[in-house]
T-cell receptor
Framework: RKEVEQDPGPFNVPEGATVAFNCTYS??????FFWYRQDCRKEPKLLMS???SGNEDGRFTAQLNRASQYISLLIRDSKLSDSATYLC????????????FGKGTLLTVNP | GAVVSQHPSRVICKSGTSVKIECRSL??????MFWYRQFPKQSLMLMAT?????????EQGVEKDKFLINHASLTLSTLTVTSAHPEDSSFYIC??????????????FGPGTRLLVL
């Protein structure tokens, strides 16, 4: 099983649609979770952190289910500018602190 | 937010030459920096973790003698790809944390360096 696995995508949606991304992780000891977005040929940029209690930032909602080792990202009322690759990121901590990235899911929002 | 720069942004070189990539944290001291590589349509893969003043820790499968990392100061880490070959062509991205991960803070990424080896 891959350490971090995401929907393969790609997703093509019209403007205004709601789209959901899913991610699972294999290491139950993982400590922190994030969603990043990466535009074509650019570096990843932090979108938001993910907590068990849920985290909402405008049109974006992220959720963590530790029992299922599952992370989600919901985008409401999608905009053209939301087109990007969305990366699920899991952090292992302690002496072996590192980020593990999912392969990413490409989203294209069409006019 | 924190700013990390990389230089050069892109480089084209002949097979067999060495290429040095610099990563700088511009507005904070980074005790730990990370080097990633990303092939087309693939995820970022961690190559090594670089701690200031000590040897880098390489991930499994990454040749330390080929990818030389130097973290000589709290704001600068360098990655040297020695005797580069076409299969080393990739997008190399560095990142930095302000606290080495103690508070599980995320990482701040540089803009990346696109390497093409002919």
């Amino acid at each position: 099983r891959k350490e971090v696995e995401q929907d393969p995508g790609p997703f093509n949606v019209p403007e205004g649609a709601t789209v959901a991304f899913n991610c699972t992780y294999s290491n139950s000891a993982s400590q922190s979770f994030f969603w990043y977005r990466q535009d074509c040929r650019k570096e990843p940029k932090l979108l938001m952190s993910v907590y068990s209690s849920g985290n909402e930032d405008g049109r974006f909602t992220a959720q963590l289910n530790r029992a299922s080792q599952y992370i989600s990202l919901l985008i409401r009322d999608s905009k053209l500018s939301d087109s990007a690759t969305y990366l699920c990121v899991v952090v292992s901590g302690g002496s072996n602190y590192k980020l593990t990235f999912g392969k990413g899911t490409l989203l294209t929002v069409n006019p | 937010g924190a700013v990390v720069s990389q230089h050069p942004s892109r480089v084209i070189c002949k097979s067999g030459t060495s290429v040095k990539i610099e990563c700088r944290s511009l507005d904070f001291q980074a005790t730990t920096m990370f080097w990633y590589r990303q092939f087309p349509k693939q995820s970022l893969m961690l190559m090594a973790t670089s701690n200031e003043g000590s040897k880098a820790t390489y991930e499994q499968g990454v040749e330390k003698d080929k990818f030389l990392i130097n973290h000589a100061s709290l704001t600068l880490s360098t990655l040297t790809v020695t005797s580069a070959h076409p299969e080393d062509s990739s997008f190399y991205i560095c990142s930095a944390t302000r606290d080495g991960g103690r508070t599980q803070e995320t990482q701040y990424f540089g803009p990346g360096t696109r390497l093409l080896v002919l």
